[in-house]
């Protein structure tokens, strides 16, 4: 499995698990609602660590946290 599968599935997951859209992620992250849907819908291949530190910060979590729930 690719990063880019690994990272979608968390990311989806996590909005399950918190009941979130993908547009209120964004919201909480304070991007566009464009930019996380490319993510899941994999148009982006590799995202980057802003990209996902904000992501992180919408969802309230470390980096360590989300490292420790890819394994």
């Known amino acids: ?35 996380i849907e490319n993510i899941v819908k994999e148009n982006t291949k590799s995202p980057g660590l802003r990209t996902l530190h904000r992501i992180l910060q919408g969802f309230g979590m470390t980096h360590s946290q989300l490292l420790l729930l890819l394994r």
């Open 1 to 35: 499995m690719t990063y880019s599968k690994v990272i979608t599935k968390r990311i989806l997951a996590l909005c399950k698990e918190r009941n979130i859209t993908v547009n209120r992620l964004a919201t909480l992250s304070g991007m566009k609602q464009s930019t």
